[in-house]
């Protein structure tokens, strides 16, 4: 070896080095500061004494699941009483959360509404993060922990007790049965996502580009069967009650949102927010919408051929599924971890530099938003995705260059 091969190596062997240690630092720093988060929010019943309960936003869901066990979900589509029977759970005064999910995510949230509210607390954080992790474990084996600890979409996500854990879970664990050949098992996975039809929505038409119809059909049956349960188990009003419940929510946090912009990822919110309109905002996401779907179309159905591999295709379907929508929000990310690794060994130095971007854009894009008033998170989603997209075009697949 010589002098100048050795030399050339060891910055990039310290640039390695450097890097993983600030992963380890970043992932004791995360889990001391949601513990202490965690603790902080037991000073006054099971909240904070200064508005927040105990997991946050996981108090939505629990109730629901609960109310639904006791047969009175339309409680949590009526704004009063839902914030009522909330400050009966946690014993203290809170601010006024809203349930904005569809009657079939209440459905599913029946098994934790079935235990007490801490410890299904604790069950909806460690199995979520537990389930993610997994998905990482079978991409790769070797530094799946860590890099499922301190995955910064998962930080936030903790901290407001939020779906991004589990819905990256569905995704990903549905992706790896595909790639595998276990297409029922997919399907039905992938129906799960009824529970978030803002994010869930795109994956059919992948799966129809990709010709996957086994998988197709059974994501299909099975979110017509958890509609139709929910409909036996709830009734058709709780429905009607969500449906006008989206005109709402969609004014306040997506039109207005200045409560929430920060963590709002979407190109909508990104326009709203640089002083564009309402209606030029909606039109600048419907174009949005239409390119992220056009190009992922076009990248499943090239996978017909054998012209692009699953790392790459399995990659973009992530990346559509957070560029597509109006409704992303920062815990959504967690998804986000399987299209970096999967993406990483392609990758020159610049691609590694946007998808870091991407990959801090949920702890970075609050303080962005809130110090320039506006929420530029999407760009980091769009440079990723438009990236990706032009990686695969060109990309010329080795079928030795991944083994499962």
């Known amino acids: 070896m010589t002098a100048a091969t ?55 869901l629990w109730s629901a699941g609960f109310l639904l066990l006791h047969h009175h979900l339309m409680v949590a589509y009526n704004f009063e009483a839902f914030h009522h029977f909330q400050i009966g759970i946690v014993h203290h005064a809170i601010n006024l959360y809203h349930y904005s999910y569809p009657p079939v995510t209440a459905l599913l949230s029946i098994p934790f509404g079935l235990l007490p509210y801490p410890l299904a607390c604790v069950l909806w954080q460690g199995g979520g993060w537990l389930a993610f992790a ?14 499922a600890l301190a995955w910064p979409a998962v930080f936030v996500n903790t901290l407001s007790g939020q779906t991004g854990c589990w ?39 992948a799966l129809l580009s990709g010709r996957e119809w086994k998988a197709l059909f059974t994501m299909a049956v099975g979110s017509v069967g958890l509609l139709a349960l929910s409909i036996m188990v709830a009734g058709i009003q709780p429905w ?24 709002m990822m979407s190109v909508f919110v990104l326009v709203r927010h640089a002083g564009a309109s309402v209606d030029t905002a909606w039109l ?37 599924i957070l560029t597509a929508s109006p409704y992303v929000s920062d815990y959504d990310c967690v998804m986000l971890a399987f299209s970096c690794v999967w993406l990483w060994p392609l990758t020159d130095r610049w691609g590694r530099i946007i998808l870091g971007m991407a990959a801090l854009s949920p702890i970075m894009a609050a303080g962005i938003a809130l110090g320039t008033g506006i929420p530029l998170a999407a760009v980091f989603l769009w440079a990723a995705y438009i990236w990706a997209v032009i990686r695969v075009a060109g990309l010329k697949v080795s079928p030795h260059l991944f083994k499962h």
């Open 167 to 205: 819905i990256a879970a569905i995704i990903g664990h549905a992706l790896l049965d595909l790639r595998d050949n276990q297409t029922i098992r997919a399907g039905l996975l992938l129906s799960l996502l009824v529970a978030k039809p803002q994010l869930g929505w795109i994956v059919p038409l």
């Open 6 to 60: 050795s030399s050339g190596k060891r910055p990039a062997s310290l640039l390695f080095f450097l890097v993983w240690f600030c992963i380890r630092v970043w992932a004791v720093c995360s889990c001391t500061i949601l513990i202490t988060h965690g603790l902080s929010q037991l000073h006054a019943g099971w909240t904070d004494g200064a508005g927040h309960p105990f997991c946050e936003d996981f108090l939505n």
């Open 134 to 147: 997994l998905v990482l474990r079978r991409i790769t084996p070797k530094h799946w922990c860590l890099l």
């Open 240 to 263: 009607f009650a969500w449906h006008e419940r989206l005109s709402i929510l969609r004014r306040i946090i997506l039109e207005d949102g200045s409560g929430v912009m920060q963590r």
């Open 284 to 320: 600048m996401q419907a174009a949005a919408t239409l390119l992220s779907v056009a190009l992922l179309m076009l990248v499943w159905n090239r996978t017909r051929a054998g012209q692009i591999s699953f790392p790459v295709k399995a990659s973009v379907l992530v990346l559509a």
